[in-house]
């Protein structure tokens, strides 16, 4: 149960500013998945109810992409349906393992993907012509799985991996990129909510509470944003992340 006031204000506002950094630069699971952790739920659940929060982004976000008539159909299905059958796995993983294990497994993770996000060049989206049907739609199918898999078991900077992959291997505009990883990441984190729901590992309080406040943290950033902000953003991400990380292997 959520410790009123102190827990619903902190989810509200950590989850405001996820919803600023998601915005930005990404990687908002960073903060929000070993914040759920230290406010006391096991890993399991606290993962499950993370799930609950990207559910809300991505539906957000697709249906935007909608409204703007930016159609990246079937691609974005095909990919998404191969990436789900890989959540499920790594769903299914991520309940089954260790809590100590995950929390090193995450702390890693964390420090690999703030690094990246932090100190990553800018991609080149090559103006040629898209590679999404025949032998390279197979290739994509059998890639996403195997994306779904780390999908379904942390989350966290997947959303740099989709991009990365449709960006090269693809060939996608930069908007038809952000499109179908959206999209993808709904499909796939449907399928990996409910496994974390059917075992019973899910905490709507928290989970509301935080994908609330990230809601209003996307809306004010995309409404009032400074690009000259992201640079901030990413120095307070890269040492909160450090510092959770740390707190994660240690103790």
Do not use: H
Not at 86 to 100: M, N, Q, S, V
Not at 171 to 192: D, E, F
Not at 220 to 228: A, D, M
Request: no cysteine.
């Amino acid at each position: 149960m959520l410790d009123f006031p102190f827990d619903i204000g902190l989810l509200l506002v950590v989850g405001f500013i996820v919803g600023i950094i998601n915005t930005l630069a990404g990687g908002g699971s960073l903060i929000t998945l070993p914040l759920l952790i230290f406010l006391g739920l096991p890993p399991q659940v606290a993962n499950g109810t993370n799930r609950i929060a990207i559910l809300f982004y991505t539906s957000s976000a697709t249906l935007g992409f909608r409204t703007k008539k930016v159609n990246t159909f079937p691609f974005s299905i095909y990919m998404g349906v191969a990436a789900m059958f890989g959540a499920i796995l790594g769903a299914k993983i991520a309940i089954d393992i260790d809590d100590f294990l995950f929390n090193r497994i995450l702390a890693i993770v964390m420090i690999a993907v703030v690094l990246f996000i932090v100190f990553k060049q800018k991609y080149n989206y090559l103006k040629t012509f898209e590679k999404t049907t025949g032998k390279s739609l197979i290739i994509s199918a059998v890639a996403f799985f195997f994306i779904g898999i780390y999908g379904g078991f942390i989350n966290a900077g997947i959303g740099y991996i989709m991009m990365f992959f449709m960006s090269y291997f693809n060939r996608m505009s930069l908007i038809r990129v952000n499109a179908a990883k959206v999209t993808i990441a709904l499909i796939y984190t449907i399928a990996a909510f409910l496994t974390f729901l059917i075992s019973g590992m899910v905490d709507w309080e928290y989970g509301i509470a935080l994908s609330i406040g990230s809601a209003f943290g996307a809306f004010f950033t995309s409404r009032y944003s400074v690009k000259k902000g992201e640079g901030i953003i990413k120095v307070v991400m890269l040492v909160m992340v450090f510092v959770m990380a740390a707190k994660l292997w240690f103790f």
